[in-house]
């Protein structure tokens, strides 16, 4: 199941979910994107999300105002909806209007392989290759791996600091997949250091020795962060 959180009172960017890109609503355009590869549900933290979303026919549930990250908040969908443990999550953030299908795709592969290899913490996550210059935009949120595809650490700086010149980074794309076990389990682990200095909420994962496994992609899409990124968006449909 493919369940977006979206969230109304956006501090950096107030009702950004809402702001009509190519005529259609940010979190509805993002809904239609991904439809076809599995079910999908909004979790919202307002009624006017809620609304919005059954005008286009996509399906919407309430969640509370006041949860931390959006992990939470699937987390209290996912339970609403009494999905079985075993069940594949994919989180997709309400911001990624471009997200292509296939990289959401190649979680949900990566997701099946932890499931059939009885990984007992499954957490999936993808990247892309990124050159220096974007990778020194604090948006966009880089990972180290390590030799297994593992995500080792993300930070809006860029990392890792290129001391010899030969760096590669790889951007960090904001889609994540669990089973409802284990994202139970995330949202149990205690808020960690690392997660509020760098408002990575994955990083709670990685303090507490849990692996996310990371899968590369490529993508052109980028997500909606500020006023600047919305026009860009709007400008593609014109």
Request: aromatic share 6%.
């Amino acid at each position: 199941m493919i369940i977006i959180p979206a969230r109304l009172a956006s501090s950096r960017f107030p009702q950004k979910v809402l702001a009509e890109i190519g005529g259609l609503p940010m979190v509805v355009r993002t809904a239609k994107r991904v439809s076809h590869l599995d079910k999908v549900v909004v979790a919202a933290d307002d009624e006017l999300i809620i609304s919005t979303c059954k005008k286009y026919g996509i399906k919407a549930m309430l969640t509370s105002t006041t949860h931390k990250s959006g992990t939470d908040r699937i987390n209290e969908c996912a339970n609403i909806l009494n999905l079985d443990e075993n069940e594949l999550i994919i989180n997709v953030q309400a911001d990624e209007p471009f997200i292509e299908p296939e990289v959401v795709q190649k979680v949900i592969q990566r997701l099946e392989r932890l499931r059939q290899n009885k990984e007992e913490f499954i957490m999936a996550s993808c990247y892309n290759s990124i050159n220096s210059e974007s990778a020194q935009d604090p948006n966009l949120v880089k990972v180290v791996l390590d030799d297994n595809d593992n995500a080792i650490y993300f930070s809006r700086s860029p990392i890792p600091y290129n001391r010899s010149g030969e760096a590669q980074y790889f951007g960090h794309i904001g889609i994540y997949g669990f089973s409802k076990k284990s994202l139970h389990d995330f949202c149990d682990l205690d808020d960690a250091p690392i997660e509020d200095i760098e408002k990575l909420e994955q990083l709670r994962a990685i303090y507490h020795q849990k692996k996310i496994s990371m899968v590369k992609v490529a993508s052109t899409g980028f997500g909606i962060d500020t006023e600047e990124d919305l026009k860009r968006a709007i400008e593609i449909f014109l």
